[in-house]
Structures are given as structure tokens and as C-alpha cells.
């Protein structure tokens, strides 16, 4: 008797383990928001952004065409996910929607926004467009790759040409007047490091000290 009840135990408990692992399994993955910009003979050709919008790890891709392809981590803050899938939402996921001005202009590279879920996916293709909301988000989109590009080079230059960090500075510093960075905290590390770190030079370690303290006063 013993042996029977302990054997219809262990199978009721098999069963709800896979009961729950068929639970897992079945739940929604979270939404991708993604932006692509290809636009040959400009530097960078490409840009592609990946956002998830259940977590901050995203990834980007900033190249050219003719280098091996291949993304890196980063991370977006959830305030800024949800502006920019709030846009999203406001451009219905971009389910049938044409934003092209269909007019002839100059070629500005082929943008892409893509929205997806499990096997759902929508997107949409524009040279340029006088969309309000899409231009709102394209502009977040361009700030994220313009300030994770301004970091490789600044991270870089600390590793490799320590005279060329303040150049980076001050390419940073000027992204940062004209508010194209999203997220300028993301530097914060990289510029404390410089601020103390005597092997820098004077001026480029005083920059780092006041754009340090220039962004914590503004957060």
C-alpha cells in the first residue's frame, strides 16, 4: 500500500511539474520594438536598434555594410521604453500604416520600424516622413545609436589614445547642449573614471567632472 501511494505521488507530481512547465512555455514572450536605418555611402550605413518592452536589455548594431554584422548589449531605461512604445501604441504598432511622403526628394536612408510579438509582426518603410509621432520616435531611436556611439568612442580613446579623450569630450559635450542623448546618465561611469583617474589630462578630467555633475544635477 505504501508503494502505491507513494508511486501515485510521484506521478501526480510529475504531472504538475509539466503542467507548469507547459505554463511557461505558453505565456507571452514581451513585445520588440526595433529601428533600422540603412543608408549606403553615409557613415554609419547601418543602425538597428532592438528594444524589449519587459526588460532594459536591448541591443544595437552601428556599421558599416561591408563589416561582419553583429549586435551588443546595452540597456534602456524602462521610463524610455515606455515613451517610445507609448509612440508605438499612438501609430497602431504600425499595422497598414504609410508614412512615406511619397514625393520626389533626396535619398535620406531607408528607415524600418518593426513591431512584433510570438509569431506577430508589423512594419513599416519610409525615406521621410512628416508624421509627428514617427518622427518622435525615429529621433529616439537616432539618439540611442548617436549616444551609444559617442560612448565606444570615448571608452575607445580611455583605452587606447588617452589625448583623444577630451576630443571625445567635447563631441559628447556638444550632443548633450543640443539634447540628441536620451539617456546621457549612461556615461556617468566612463566620465567618473576619467574625472579621477590622473593619467588624463588636466582639461579632459575637468570636463568629465563638470558634464558629470552637470547631468546628476539635471536627473
Request: charged share 25%; with cysteine.
Amino acid at each position: 500500500m505504501r508503494r502505491f501511494r507513494t508511486h501515485t505521488l510521484l506521478l501526480f507530481c510529475l504531472a504538475g511539474l509539466s503542467l507548469a512547465s507547459v505554463g511557461v512555455a505558453a505565456e507571452p514572450a514581451g513585445a520588440k520594438l526595433t529601428y533600422r536605418r540603412v543608408f549606403k555611402s553615409s557613415s554609419p550605413e547601418l543602425i538597428e536598434i532592438v528594444l524589449r518592452e519587459d526588460s532594459d536589455a536591448a541591443t544595437y548594431e552601428i556599421r558599416q555594410l561591408d563589416e561582419e554584422p553583429g549586435a551588443s548589449p546595452f540597456e534602456v531605461s524602462a521610463p524610455l521604453r515606455a515613451k517610445m512604445f507609448g509612440l508605438a501604441a499612438q501609430l497602431n504598432y504600425f499595422r497598414g500604416l504609410d508614412l512615406d511622403v511619397h514625393r520626389k526628394i533626396a535619398n535620406l536612408g531607408e528607415k524600418t520600424f518593426r513591431w512584433s510579438r510570438d509569431t506577430e509582426s508589423h512594419e513599416v518603410k519610409f525615406n521621410y516622413t512628416l508624421n509627428n509621432t514617427a518622427n518622435q520616435l525615429m529621433q529616439f531611436f537616432e539618439g540611442l545609436a548617436r549616444q551609444q556611439e559617442n560612448l565606444a568612442v570615448l571608452q575607445r580613446r580611455m583605452k587606447y589614445d588617452r589625448l583623444g579623450v577630451n576630443d571625445a569630450l567635447l563631441q559628447f559635450e556638444s550632443d548633450l547642449n543640443r539634447n540628441l542623448l536620451p539617456e546621457p546618465r549612461r556615461a556617468l561611469p566612463a566620465l567618473d573614471q576619467i574625472a579621477s583617474d590622473s593619467r588624463f589630462v588636466d582639461i579632459a578630467r575637468q570636463r568629465a567632472r563638470n558634464l558629470a555633475e552637470r547631468i546628476r544635477h539635471q536627473s
